[in-house]
Antibody, heavy 120, light 106 residues
Framework: QVHLQESGPGLVKPSVTLSLTCTVS??????????WGWVRQPPQKGLEWIGY???????YYNPSLKSRVTLSLDTSKNHFSLKVNSVTVADTAVYYC????????????WGQGTLVTVSS | SYQLTQPPSVSVSPGQTANITCFGD??????TYWYQQKPGQSPVVVIF???KRPSGIPERFSGSSSGMTATLTISGTQAVDEADYYC?????????FGGGTELIVL
């Protein structure tokens, strides 16, 4: 049974870079069978897809966030990471990492989510 | 950019049928996925590829899609089904979510 767990600071200041990591257990992120992505949810609002990364490092981003977002993966630690540059209060959200078997498929496993608050 | 539109809320009495709609340009030509999210929990898919139900999801959940509309139907709605429901589709290798529908069982 695969398990995804987000980690990172719960509070960041405006204009800095937000960094989160998703550690995967029960599966290898470089087995070639899955893509690894991020979805966020501002408080009391809907889901917003951020992007995903393949085991070979190919990345796909939400066009509305592409200029500020970077995804990467570390196969030696079996985790993948998200960076969002120049954050504002609008980036305050619960950030979920999730697995998708193929682009075009559904997110079949999700982390529990981590709340990141952007505030001075 | 591609957009999916859902009603903010749908109300249904216990035991009745709830229909939650999702509108998008030529949505019927794409697969639609439906997620259920309860307060404080991560989303869970209840319908994939527009009309397929993952193992473990009750048979009362079904999906359909045609034209510009995808519909999630919950037959014999139970109080435990009260949650937010999100439709999702793919457009040019990007994932798009609808704004979500709060299902109220009263």
């Amino acid at each position: 049974q695969v398990h995804l767990q987000e980690s990172g600071p719960g509070l960041v200041k405006p204009s800095v870079t937000l960094s989160l990591t998703c550690t995967v257990s029960g599966d290898s992120i470089n087995n070639g069978d899955y893509y690894w992505g991020w979805v966020r949810q501002p408080p009391q609002k809907g889901l917003e897809w951020i992007g995903y990364i393949s085991d070979s490092g190919s990345t796909y981003y939400n066009p509305s966030l592409k200029s500020r977002v970077t995804l990467s993966l570390d196969t030696s630690k079996n985790h993948f990471s998200l960076k969002v540059n120049s954050v504002t209060v609008a980036d305050t959200a619960v950030y979920y990492c999730a697995r998708v078997p193929l682009p075009g498929d559904y997110f079949d496993n999700w982390g529990q989510g981590t709340l990141v608050t952007v505030s001075s | 950019s591609y957009q999916l539109t859902q009603p903010p809320s749908v109300s249904v009495s216990p035991g009745q049928t709830a229909n939650i709609t999702c509108f998008g340009d030529k949505l019927g030509d794409k697969y639609t996925y439906w997620y259920q999210q309860k307060p404080g929990q991560s989303p869970v898919v209840v319908i994939f590829q527009s009309d397929k139900r993952p193992s473990g999801i009750p048979e009362r959940f079904s999906g359909s899609s045609s034209g510009m509309t995808a519909t999630l139907t919950i037959s014999g709605t139970q109080a435990v089904d009260e949650a937010d429901y999100y439709c999702q589709a793919w457009d040019s290798q990007t994932a798009v979510f609808g704004g979500g529908t709060e299902l109220i069982v009263l």
